[in-house]
């Protein structure tokens, strides 16, 4: 699917509504997460099941979706700026 729901999992949170498009670059997924969770960019790591994302890339490339998927649960490790209030 051009547009998929993500439940984002940052330790005890999670973060439902997240919308990933195919043509959605990684550095944009992790501004996104950044605006959510207070964690930069260079500090996130991002996995599924399957295992890590690249840093770089498109989502639709990056993503080995299922056949009639349609939704994703991902991982964000990282530790926040403290300076930065959560949302």
């Known amino acids: 699917p051009d547009d998929l729901p993500a439940v984002v999992k940052w330790g005890k949170q999670r973060f439902t509504g997240v919308r990933l498009r195919g043509g959605m670059p990684v550095a944009e997924l ?4 950044q605006a959510l969770s207070g964690v930069p960019p260079e500090r996130q ?3 599924r099941m399957e295992g890590s994302f690249p ?6 490339e990056v993503l ?5 998927q349609t939704a994703l649960t991902i991982m964000l490790v990282g530790a926040a700026d403290e300076a ?4």
């Open 45 to 47: 790591k991002l996995r």
């Open 64 to 68: 080995a979706l299922k056949p009639g």
């Open 84 to 87: 930065q209030p959560l949302q």
């Open 30 to 33: 992790k501004r996104a997460l």
């Open 55 to 60: 840093d770089s890339g498109v989502l639709g």
